[in-house]
């Protein structure tokens, strides 16, 4: 079956530590985002690839980091210069799409990843 | 940047029916969505307008008015199942660009027997 997968679902870390978040598809999408949603707030976009080897920064990429070495892969690196790292973390992926749009630009989610950070 | 307004809560009876608006202010627009998401889960896909006028889908329906930057979610028999989080989202193309999604804040709805 088709899909994106986030592992894992929760994680926790002690503060001052690097925590990676993995995210994959098999969906063939070129596109792929990585969200922090806290309580109360909507998806905030942390970073965002539109192909393989390039991807660009969002609202709130300081102290994150991301590769997109494959296209199926685009793994999320919170690192101990994030302030506020506790939160749900998701991965998404969507065909980039040409500048026409379509229905089947909606984009995918993963279950996400709850982090916490003690 | 990008301004995208929903209220933050609404509540309504089960079989009742409910509209959830969304204003936006966005250069680029080339599509809305409509995603509900439960809590502690990811969000799945409703719906999707890209040009004026109603989409149905079922219970659900979506509607579109580029003009007026306004769009609605509506929710007809409400079920309590139908209790969640409703986001708008709004895909902006601009230069290089492309398929950007921009969320509001989400819309919790409460359906009560």
């Known amino acids: 079956d088709g899909g994106i997968t986030q592992s894992p679902k929760y994680l926790f870390r002690k503060e001052g530590q690097n925590v990676t978040l993995s995210c994959e598809q098999n969906l063939n999408h070129d596109a792929m985002y990585w969200y922090r949603q806290d309580p109360g707030q909507g998806l905030r976009l942390i970073y965002y690839?539109?192909?393989?080897?390039?991807?660009q920064k969002g609202d709130i990429a300081e102290g994150y980091s991301v590769s997109r070495e494959k296209k199926e892969s685009f793994p999320l690196t919170v690192t101990s210069a994030q302030k506020n790292p506790t939160a749900f973390y998701l991965c998404?992926?969507?065909?980039?799409?040409?500048?026409?749009?379509?229905?089947?630009?909606?984009?995918?989610f993963g279950q996400g990843t709850r982090l916490t950070v003690v | 940047g990008q301004n995208i307004d929903q209220p933050t809560e609404m509540t309504a009876t089960e079989g009742a029916i409910v509209q959830i608006n969304c204003t936006y202010q966005t250069s680029g627009f080339n599509g809305l969505f409509w995603y509900q998401q439960h809590a502690g889960e990811a969000p799945t896909f409703l719906s999707y307008n890209v040009l004026d006028g109603l989409e149905e889908k079922g219970r659900f329906s979506s509607f579109l008015s580029r003009s007026k930057g306004y769009s609605y979610l509506l929710l007809k028999e409400l079920q309590m199942k139908d209790s969640a989080s409703y986001l708008c989202?709004?895909?902006?193309?601009?230069?290089?660009?492309?398929?950007?999604?921009?969320f509001g804040r989400g819309t919790q709805l409460t359906v009560w027997p």
């Open positions: 989202a709004v895909r902006v193309d601009r230069g290089s660009t492309l398929g950007r999604l921009y």
């Open positions: 690839s539109q192909i393989v080897n390039d991807f």
């Open positions: 998404a992926s969507s065909i980039a799409g040409p500048l026409g749009g379509g229905l089947d630009t909606e984009a995918f």
